[in-house]
C-alpha cells in the first residue's frame, strides 16, 4: 500500500459538533482527494488538492471544507456534523505521471 | 458532468468460469476508465485501468475493452478463483492538469463459489 494513513480511524460524534479528519501522506505527491463511501452509492468525490493552499470542490462538498497547509497532510472538517454525514470517508494519492489514484484506509464516522 | 452506470449489481460465477462487469460513461471528455477492487472492511484498490488511445489491455487473468464510440467499458475476468470475491468499481475522468476527478460506477458484488 502506497505510504497514506488515515486518523482518526473510526469516529462517533453527535449532531452539531465539529470533526476533522486527517490524511497524511509520505510519498511527496500533488493530488490529494477525500471521498465518502456510502451503499449504493459507491465513491463520491467530496474536495481535492492539486497543491499546497490549492482546493476545490469535488461532487458533494456541502457541508464539507478542506486545507492543506503541507505536502503530506489534507485536512476535512465537518463544521457542523449532520447524521446524513455518516459514512465511511477515504482519502486518496495520485501523482501527475500516470494518474493512478490510492486510497488510505478509510475513516469509519458515525453522526448520533 | 459525468455519469457512470454499472451492471450488474451482483455476479455470482462458479470457480473457473469467467465474470464481466460493464459500465457505461456519459462525458465524451472521460479518457481515463480505472477499475477498483475492494474486500470487505478494506481499502479500494486498483487493479487495471485503461486510456482512451487504447481498445484493450490485459493482466494475467484481468482485463478491460473500452468502446469510445458506445461508451462504455467492461472488466473481464478469467478462470475466477475465491479470492476474486470482493466489490468491484468502474470509474471515470477526463485527465487534465488539474488532477483526476474520479466519477465512479456503484459497484458489483462478486462471487465466486466453489
Known amino acids: 500500500d502506497a505510504g497514506i494513513t488515515q486518523s482518526p480511524r473510526h469516529k462517533v460524534t453527535e449532531t452539531g459538533t465539529p470533526v476533522t479528519l486527517r490524511c497524511h501522506q509520505t510519498?511527496?505527491?500533488?493530488?490529494m482527494y477525500w471521498y465518502r463511501q456510502d451503499p449504493g452509492h459507491g465513491l463520491r468525490l467530496i474536495h481535492y488538492s492539486y497543491g499546497v493552499k490549492d482546493t476545490d470542490k469535488g461532487e458533494v462538498s456541502d457541508g464539507y471544507s478542506v486545507s492543506r497547509s503541507k505536502t503530506e497532510d489534507f485536512l476535512l472538517t465537518l463544521e457542523s456534523a449532520t447524521s446524513s454525514q455518516t459514512s465511511v470517508y477515504f482519502c486518496?494519492?495520485?501523482?501527475?505521471?500516470?494518474?493512478?489514484?490510492?486510497f488510505g484506509p478509510g475513516t469509519r464516522l458515525t453522526v448520533t | 458532468g459525468e455519469n457512470v452506470e454499472q451492471h450488474p449489481s451482483t455476479l455470482s460465477v462458479q470457480e473457473g468460469d469467467s465474470a464481466v462487469i460493464k459500465c457505461t460513461y456519459s462525458d465524451s471528455a472521460s479518457n481515463y476508465f480505472p477499475w477498483y477492487k475492494q474486500e470487505l472492511g478494506k481499502r479500494p484498490q486498483l487493479i487495471i485501468d485503461i486510456r482512451s488511445n487504447v481498445g484493450e489491455k490485459k493482466d494475467q487473468r484481468i482485463a478491460v475493452t473500452l468502446n469510445k464510440t458506445a461508451k462504455h467499458f467492461s472488466l473481464h475476468i478469467t478462470e475466477t478463483q475465491p479470492e476474486d470475491s470482493a466489490v468491484y468499481f468502474c470509474?471515470?475522468?477526463?485527465?487534465?492538469?488539474?488532477?483526476?476527478?474520479?466519477?465512479f460506477g456503484t459497484g458489483t458484488q462478486l462471487k465466486v463459489e466453489l
Open positions: 510519498e511527496n505527491h500533488r493530488y
Open positions: 486518496a494519492i495520485s501523482a501527475p505521471a500516470g494518474y493512478e489514484q490510492y
Open positions: 470509474a471515470a475522468s477526463e485527465l487534465t492538469g488539474g488532477g483526476n476527478k474520479l466519477t
